[in-house]
């Protein structure tokens, strides 16, 4: 229901007849197979059962087929041949898509698609084992295939992080077959955020749906944070055009002023000089930075440096812009770095990739405004991401997981009783992990495809001569560009950096804003299915803003690539195309897709948001640079949904009126921007932030717009990593773009202006007003922070390496001289027990290869469900030598009882395996988080 209605509903309503808007309009997945391999599935239960065709095993022990069963019409025993299921987790993901009990159909272990049917692929070895294929490509998908399989949901997965021979197959068969779309479990490895990434092969492929998981709903949920988060309100000025408007979260340090002092003010923002804001701010006795709000870069010096540099230049507050690829962080207190008799201001974080965005939009903005505000919204728990979810990006930087579902849900059981008998069950369960999320998101895709073949495209109501068979990348496309962005926390309650990101993918899968449904999903849609382009070669086209959110999002199965050679890092894709959007609405504003400036050269999926834009042209640019060897062209799809009016104009727009239009761009007199009516409010009080210096000379600046930032676009990866650090745009006004006439600056007001008018404008003219309060039971809290760290020396060197893994918040060296610094007591000990640790793990190691444990003959996998989230339980993971995941569940005391075991073992000269909770990865580098 969450997933059908976007979560607006109340838990209460589950059993409502209209709790389910798609099923109650016939989309529950009817005719629709989809292919899964997993552990068993207990034929019993009366999740699958059917009296009129009982289940009798083969008696060759291979195959069992049958079209008109009421659940599985495809039942293969690849590895385990007894068609039974002992583990349970086939039963469990299997029932999450089709399972229906007759008796009782608003169950909740009903399936998502509890119309569609399931070809099931065996491939258990023991308990918590599979044994997959490593040819996907000719020994797994092709059996699901003739069964009528379209769409394919595998919730499992290797311990290796890179992308490997499997990731390679799964790519080639999607490129090869293009009406099929292959949903892997992103993993369960979440909370090692010691690693670069926890995704794993084959959920690392290009062409997949990796699936991550969210929390599931919970009664009186607490959505709390380990520190107080504010949203700042950002307004982008430029003359002669409309105003862009930007809305960011904010983290607050534990320490200075507690942001009351900002709120209801509208405040000018500035970029500090020197960018880092260590010592004093260049400029400071101009009252450039007076009433503000500094934009500083994070790194060089303490946090409390960058607040004593802000308050000393009489600054509002100091956001702080992440200088890693890993979202919010938290900014604690260095003991006597605050400059005595200060005044304290709001120091606060924002993520690299928003605040780099940011940080751009000055090089041609005339004014750039904000305000600031407690942000005081609850969220359900579906909002925060689950903590075992593994977490990207892929190792050449690929966003990963793709989407993400919830994770923790209760579905049909198997008896596990190992024999196969007439008499039925009805047992339900309920688990966690990306195991649970991946079913549930196939589940969803069967009812995209069912959607366009029943002919519900383009007008939301059944239309059987619409009827169209769409391919993998449309419905790829249709559910990632309709994501919801989620807005709670990650599993240290920091918030989620915002969609696309490494945590929760392009958002959490919402059908309601992904397709359009008579009375109760407004959301318009256009496609382009099936399209082809060839190298360098360009294909728009054009539609129109009404006032509103519009998403742009182009996906395509790339061929595959070379499998990795050991470092990782080498790009996988090979096609590159990228996606870039015109708005005639934001005054002619470009926006190339994911990066929001930058071009995308990394991912097979690329989106383009534009929240709240005005009216006007918008033109859609799709661009290919073909380099795969054969030269071939490029199929794609393209989807358009939200606020917007027109049709698509292409002979692969399955709506008529799409496929009759003449294709091509915008008309120019459509993409003329006209700069609208200002506010007398607002020019009274308007605030700009460019320096005194440059006012004064009333230099030129350039007329082409900047990249949006999220807000206006959603973004995925950091922009401009070869920014220029030491750049000062304010004390220099860029000359003019070639080709773009120039317009004189504003005239400076005087800085800092308290204006209620502003501040009214700006708050109405925002993305989403402040939410009413909380409902009674449940209220927004943060987690109090610990007392200061006691410090002890060591070199600089040593100090730079625990700020790089994370565990020195801040750092301050000399590259010169090498000299000592202080950093928290904590991050030694911790350090002093990870060298302990490693030196027994090599021990272990070395003592585990010298009694035999190999690499298996075949690929030995693990399935994704999350056991530690089971009261009374251990994930116990085996690790051999080709770094195999295999977990299975024991009670908590029986880990120390199994390693016991294993030196038993090796003492009596029997090859065994360690016992091991981290995950398996081939990379050694680390990831830092704060």
């Keep these: 229901?969450?997933?059908?209605?976007?979560?607006?509903?109340?838990?209460?309503?589950?059993?409502?007849?209209?709790?389910?808007?798609?099923?109650?309009?016939?989309?529950?997945?009817?005719?629709?197979?989809?292919?899964?391999?997993?552990?068993?599935?207990?034929?019993?239960?009366?999740?699958?059962?059917?009296?009129?065709?009982?289940?009798?095993?083969p008696g060759d022990g291979k195959e069992w087929i049958s079209p008109n069963h009421r659940k599985v019409v495809y039942y293969y025993g690849l590895a385990d041949t007894m068609f039974r299921d002992q583990v349970g987790h086939g039963t469990h993901t299997g029932g999450s898509i089709v399972g229906e009990d007759p008796?009782?159909?608003?169950?909740?272990?009903?399936?998502?698609?509890?119309?569609?049917?399931?070809?099931?692929?065996?491939?258990?070895?023991?308990?918590?084992?599979?044994?997959?294929?490593?040819?996907?490509?000719?020994?797994?998908?092709?059996?699901?295939?003739?069964?009528?399989?379209?769409?394919?949901?595998?919730?499992?997965?290797?311990?290796?992080?890179?992308?490997?021979?499997?990731?390679?197959?799964?790519?080639?068969?999607?490129?090869?077959?293009?009406?099929c779309v292959s949903h892997f479990a992103a993993g369960n490895y979440g909370e090692n955020d010691n690693l670069d990434t926890t995704i794993t092969s084959p959920g690392v492929a290009k062409n997949v749906v990796t699936v991550g998981a969210t929390k599931s709903l919970q009664p009186n949920y607490l959505s709390q944070t380990i520190a107080p988060v504010f949203i700042m309100n950002v307004e982008v000025r430029r003359t002669g055009k409309g105003p862009q408007y930007i809305r960011v979260r904010l983290v607050k340090a534990d320490f200075g002023g507690d942001g009351t002092a900002l709120s209801g003010k509208g405040l000018k923002m500035v970029r500090a000089s020197p960018p880092a804001a260590c010592g004093t701010l260049d400029d400071a006795a101009s009252g450039k930075y007076k009433d503000a709000i500094v934009l500083a870069r994070r790194g060089t010096c303490f946090f409390a440096e960058k607040m004593s540099a802000g308050a000393a230049a009489g600054a509002a507050a100091v956001v702080v812009v992440n200088d890693r690829n890993g979202g919010f962080f938290k900014m604690d207190a260095q003991d006597g770095q605050f400059e005595q008799g200060a005044t304290p201001i709001s120091l606060l974080a924002v993520t690299q990739r928003m605040g780099e965005e940011i940080w751009s939009l000055f090089d041609n903005a005339d004014s750039i405004a904000a305000t600031i505000e407690r942000y005081t919204d609850t969220w359900e728990a579906y909002e925060d991401i689950a903590a075992f979810s593994s977490f990207g990006p892929a190792q050449d930087g690929r966003i990963k997981p793709d989407i993400v579902g919830p994770g923790e849900l209760t579905s049909a059981a198997s008896s596990q009783s190992g024999t196969s008998t007439d008499q039925q069950t009805c047992q339900m369960g309920r688990k966690s992990g990306t195991s649970m999320a991946t079913p549930m998101v196939a589940a969803h895709a069967a009812i995209i495809r069912q959607y366009f073949m029943d002919g519900f495209y383009p007008n939301g109501a059944v239309n059987v001569t619409a009827a169209y068979p769409p391919s993998g990348p449309l419905i790829k496309a249709v559910m990632m560009g309709g994501a919801c962005d989620m807005k709670g926390n990650t599993e240290a309650y920091l918030p989620l950096e915002d969609s696309p990101s490494m945590r929760q993918g392009f958002g959490r899968l919402c059908l309601c804003s992904s397709l359009k449904l008579t009375a109760k999903c407004s959301t318009n849609v256009q496609v382009v299915d099936r399209a082809v382009i060839k190298d360098k070669e360009t294909q728009k086209y054009c539609l129109g803003t009404v006032g509103g959110d519009v998403r742009i999002m182009l996906v395509w199965y790339d061929p595959p690539?070379?499998?990795?050679?050991?470092?990782?890092?080498?790009?996988?894709?090979?096609?590159?195309?990228?996606?870039?959007?015109?708005?005639?609405?934001?005054?002619?504003?470009?926006?190339?897709?994911?990066?929001?400036?930058?071009?995308?050269s990394r991912n097979t999926a690329e989106r383009v948001w534009l929240r709240d834009v005005p009216a006007g042209g918008l033109e859609i640019s799709v661009s290919a640079a073909i380099n795969a060897p054969d030269g071939a062209p490029q199929s794609y799809a393209?989807?358009?949904?939200?606020?917007?009016?027109?049709?698509?104009?292409?002979?692969?727009?399955?709506?008529?009126?799409?496929?009759?239009?003449?294709?091509?761009?915008?008309?120019?007199?459509?993409?003329?921007?006209?700069?609208?009516?200002?506010?007398?409010?607002?020019?009274?009080?308007?605030?700009?932030?460019?320096?005194?210096?440059?006012?004064?000379?009333?230099?030129?600046?350039?007329?082409?717009?900047?990249?949006?930032?999220l807000g206006a676009?959603?973004?995925?990866?950091?922009?401009?990593?070869?920014?220029?650090?030491?750049?000062?745009?304010?004390?220099?006004?860029?000359?003019?773009?070639?080709?773009?006439?120039?317009?004189s600056a504003s005239p400076a007001p005087s800085p800092g202006v308290d204006s209620s008018a502003l501040a009214g404008l700006l708050i109405s003219a925002m993305t989403t007003p402040t939410p009413p309060p909380a409902a009674s039971g449940r209220r927004l809290t943060w987690l109090p922070t610990p007392p200061a760290a006691l410090t002890v020396r060591v070199p600089a060197r040593v100090c730079r390496w625990l700020s790089?893994?994370?565990?020195?918040?801040?750092?301050?060296?000399?590259?010169?001289?090498?000299?000592?610094?202080?950093?928290?007591?904590?991050?030694?000990?911790?350090?002093?027990t990870c060298v302990l640790l490693a030196f027994v793990a090599l021990y272990v190691a070395a003592s585990v290869r010298r009694y035999g444990v190999g690499r298996t003959t075949s690929l030995t996998t693990a399935l994704h469900e999350n056991l530690l989230a089971r009261s009374g339980t251990l994930a116990c993971s085996q690790r051999g030598d080709k770094d195999q995941l295999l977990q299975q569940r024991q009670p908590a005391d029986a880990c120390d009882a199994a390693a016991a075991a294993a030196a038993a073992a090796a003492a009596a000269d029997v090859p065994s395996r360690s016992m091991s909770r981290a995950t398996s990865q081939t990379t050694s580098s680390s990831r830092g988080t704060t």
């Design 638 to 709: 393209l989807v358009v949904q939200g606020a917007f009016a027109g049709e698509l104009a292409s002979p692969n727009n399955p709506d008529p009126a799409g496929k009759a239009a003449t294709p091509g761009g915008c008309p120019a007199q459509q993409m003329q921007a006209t700069a609208p009516a200002a506010a007398t409010s607002l020019d009274a009080a308007v605030l700009n932030t460019t320096d005194a210096a440059a006012n004064d000379s009333a230099a030129a600046r350039p007329g082409q717009e900047s990249a949006a930032a």
């Design 804 to 832: 790089a893994v994370g565990l020195s918040p801040e750092h301050r060296f000399s590259r010169a001289s090498g000299r000592v610094v202080a950093v928290p007591m904590a991050a030694v000990v911790v350090v002093g």
């Design 1 to 57: 229901m969450i997933v059908q209605d976007n979560g607006v509903s109340a838990a209460a309503d589950y059993k409502a007849p209209d709790a389910h808007f798609f099923w109650k309009a016939g989309l529950d997945g009817k005719g629709q197979v989809v292919g899964i391999g997993d552990s068993g599935i207990d034929m019993n239960s009366c999740f699958f059962r059917d009296p009129a065709i009982p289940f009798t095993p």
């Design 713 to 743: 676009v959603g973004t995925s990866a950091a922009v401009g990593a070869g920014d220029p650090a030491d750049a000062s745009p304010e004390a220099s006004p860029a000359a003019a773009s070639p080709g773009v006439a120039a317009v």
């Design 103 to 179: 008796a009782d159909p608003t169950s909740k272990a009903t399936g998502g698609a509890k119309g569609a049917k399931l070809a099931f692929v065996d491939i258990s070895m023991q308990p918590s084992q599979v044994n997959a294929p490593q040819e996907l490509d000719t020994e797994y998908f092709p059996k699901l295939y003739a069964q009528g399989a379209r769409i394919f949901s595998d919730s499992w997965g290797s311990g290796n992080a890179e992308y490997d021979f499997q990731s390679s197959r799964v790519d080639a068969w999607l490129y090869r077959n293009q009406d």
């Design 561 to 600: 690539a070379a499998v990795s050679t050991g470092d990782g890092a080498s790009p996988t894709l090979i096609n590159d195309l990228d996606l870039t959007v015109t708005s005639a609405g934001m005054g002619g504003q470009v926006i190339l897709g994911n990066h929001g400036q930058t071009k995308d």
